[in-house]
T-cell receptor
Framework: DVKVTQSSRYLVKRTGEKVFLECVQDMDHENMFWYRQDPGLGLRLIYFSYDVKMKEKGDIPEGYSVSREKKERFSLILESASTNQTSMYLC??????????????FGSGTRLTVV | AQSVTQPDIHITVSEGASLELRCNYSYGATPYLFWYVQSPGQGLQLLLKYFSGDTLVQGIKGFEAEFKRSQSSFNLRKPSVHWSDAAEYFCAVGLNAGKSTFGDGTTLTVKP
C-alpha cells in the first residue's frame, strides 16, 4: 500500500511566520495535491503537481506556494501565516494522470492553528 | 466546472439500521465518482469508486453505491450500520487527469 506521510499532525504558529507543511509518499506516484478542509466547506484544492518542479494552482492558491524538488516530496508553504489559514491541511497522491479513476491516497492531515 | 452536493449535513441512525447518504453531481460527461470516509482526526480513505460498467458498485466495509445517470446521483448505502461507521463521508467527482471536487461532507452519528 502507498503510504502518504505528513510530517506534523498538529502545528501552532504565529501570525506572520513562514510555515512549511511537508508531505512524503513512499511509492512512485507522479501526482500530488494539497487540500484544505474547513467545516461546512468540504475540501478545497490549493495546489497540485503532476511532476517534479511542476506546479499548478488549484481553486484557492492565494497566500500559499508549493515546492516539489523530488518526486516523493511535496511541500506547502504559507509565506506569511494569517489567522484565516487556520485549518486542516490534507495531502493526497495519485499514481499518474490518466489514472484519476483510481482515487486518491490521503495523508493523515496536519491541523494548523495560527495565533 | 463540476460540482458536488451532499444535501444532508448530519444524519443519525440506530445501530443495525440501514443507511443511505445522498450525493448529486454536476458535470458535462460521466465523471469518475468516489465516496471517501474520514474518521475523527484522520485523513480520508477511499470507500468505493465508479466510472463505467455496472451501476451498482461494492466497496470496503460493506458499503455500496448506485450511479443513476438520469438523476445525476451517486448515493451510498449500507444495509446494517455498525457503531464503528460513525464518521464523516465525502462524495467526490474526479477527472481523469487527477483533480477532484468534493462535497461538503455528511457526518454520520450511530445511536446504540
Amino acid at each position: 500500500d502507498v503510504k502518504v506521510t505528513q510530517s506534523s499532525r498538529y502545528l501552532v504558529k504565529r501570525t506572520g511566520e513562514k510555515v512549511f507543511l511537508e508531505c512524503v509518499q513512499d511509492m512512485d506516484h507522479e501526482n500530488m495535491f494539497w487540500y484544505r478542509q474547513d467545516p461546512g466547506l468540504g475540501l478545497r484544492l490549493i495546489y497540485f503537481s503532476y511532476d517534479v518542479k511542476m506546479k499548478e494552482k488549484g481553486d484557492i492558491p492565494e497566500g500559499y506556494s508549493v515546492s516539489r524538488e523530488k518526486k516523493e516530496r511535496f511541500s506547502l508553504i504559507l509565506e506569511s501565516a494569517s489567522t484565516n489559514q487556520t485549518s486542516m491541511y490534507l495531502c493526497a497522491t495519485l499514481l499518474e494522470s490518466g489514472t484519476g479513476g483510481r482515487g486518491y491516497t490521503f495523508g493523515s492531515g496536519t491541523r494548523l492553528t495560527v495565533v | 466546472a463540476q460540482s458536488v452536493t451532499q444535501p444532508d449535513i448530519h444524519i443519525t441512525v440506530s445501530e443495525g439500521a440501514s443507511l443511505e447518504l445522498r450525493c448529486n453531481y454536476s458535470y458535462g460527461a460521466t465523471p469518475y465518482l468516489f465516496w471517501y470516509v474520514q474518521s475523527p482526526g484522520q485523513g480520508l480513505q477511499l470507500l468505493l469508486k465508479y466510472f463505467s460498467g455496472d451501476t451498482l458498485v461494492q466497496g470496503i466495509k460493506g458499503f455500496e453505491a448506485e450511479f443513476k445517470r438520469s438523476q445525476s446521483s451517486f448515493n451510498l448505502r449500507k444495509p446494517s450500520v455498525h457503531w464503528s461507521d460513525a464518521a464523516e463521508y465525502f462524495c467526490a467527482v474526479g477527472l481523469n487527469a487527477g483533480k477532484s471536487t468534493f462535497g461538503d461532507g455528511t457526518t454520520l452519528t450511530v445511536k446504540p
